[in-house]
């Protein structure tokens, strides 16, 4: 069952004269209690596209177009009465940093039971003792004494921990989770992925993964977008995508990845640089880093085509079964 169905989300940014072109028509659904992994370099517009669909831009100078259908309700082209209703309750997110999604003003117990107060109408006191209890599932220690800190008074994991707690505290039907292990060590980034996908199994909910780290999505989702200049470039499910690579873009993020199988000397890095979002970009964006573009690849849009059960690919000469990866 679609629970979050997103289609033709395009956003741009007016600044000083210029536009720029953050998401270009992107289009997916997402399952009930399925993980969807949004993979990509920095600068793809992973975020923007998850912040848009949440409303979390200012409008101007952001423009979104197209629609997020969740139940029967518009996410994009809801009233903000509607939105805030929906946000931090039936949707989550956890941002990329703790330390900055924090007020380090207020103790970590009075931000945490802010949602329960607002959208479930709780006791301060019945708040307060769910507050306990996700802190307790989330791995904080002695959370009775440390709730009553400051978020400076955390740890990078301990706050991580803290704000996934804050994220799941409503039982939330989507998580969107925005790179939330960048910065940790590879110990607790292990602990928190493990944490995530505990709490998912009991709630049963959806998640949306953010992330540039393609390990944590070869063993975390189910399914994966690659995204490049705005644009979803090959889709498919987890172990599809490293089998069966589509795109020629996929390929050299997978050859990114050090391998410790592979003594090759230098590191492999994809030449070239990202497009300009400013100007127009016809055909492939990744057709002036590409190996394998030829000239239609620069010139004619490619539609997205099925290469396998649930695998799409927007190349052409993969489409056209001119070149195999």
């Keep these: 069952m679609v629970i979050l169905d997103v289609r033709n989300i395009s956003t741009t940014f007016k600044l000083r004269g210029t536009t720029l072109r ?5 289009s997916f659904g997402l399952q009930k209690g399925e993980t969807l992994g ?4 920095s600068g793809s ?3 923007v596209l ?8 200012p409008r101007p100078p952001a423009d979104i177009s197209g629609s997020a259908l969740f139940g029967l309700q518009d996410l994009v ?3 903000s009465k509607d939105i805030r209703n929906i946000r931090g309750n039936r949707i989550s997110m956890v941002f990329q940093d703790p330390q900055a999604a924090f007020n380090p ?3 970590i117990c009075d931000q945490l039971i802010e949602p329960l107060l607002y959208h479930r109408r709780l006791s301060r006191r019945t708040a307060m003792d769910k507050v306990l209890s996700i ?3 989330t791995g904080i220690p002695d959370p009775a004494r440390r709730c009553r800190c400051y978020p400076h008074e955390f740890s990078g994991g301990m706050l991580q921990r803290a704000m996934i707690a804050m994220a799941l505290i409503t039982h939330p039907e989507i998580l969107i989770a925005d790179e939330p292990t960048t910065a940790l060590d590879v110990t607790i980034q292990m602990q928190i992925l493990q944490l995530l996908k505990s709490l998912q199994r009991q709630l049963s909910m959806s998640v949306i993964f953010i992330t540039h780290n393609l390990g944590i999505v070869a063993g975390f989702c189910d399914r994966v977008l690659v995204m490049y200049a705005g644009q979803i470039l090959e889709s498919a499910s987890g172990d599809d995508l490293f089998l069966h690579t589509a795109h020629p873009y996929t390929k050299a993020l997978i050859r990114s990845v050090p391998s410790l199988h592979v003594n090759s000397g230098e590191l492999y890095s994809i030449e070239g640089k990202p497009p300009d979002l400013t100007k127009e970009i016809k055909g492939c964006p990744f057709a002036p880093r590409c190996t394998y573009a030829q000239g239609e690849c620069t010139e004619e849009d490619a539609a997205a085509g099925l290469v396998g059960v649930s695998h799409f ?6 489409l056209k079964g001119e070149i195999s990866l």
């Design 38 to 41: 949004i993979v990509g370099e």
């Design 45 to 47: 517009g992973k975020t």
């Design 135 to 137: 802190l307790e599932e």
């Design 105 to 107: 003003y207020l103790r």
């Design 50 to 57: 998850c912040h848009s669909i949440m409303q979390l831009l």
């Design 22 to 26: 953050a998401v270009n028509d992107v």
């Design 77 to 79: 082209s809801c009233s």
């Design 313 to 318: 690919t927007s190349c052409r000469r993969v």
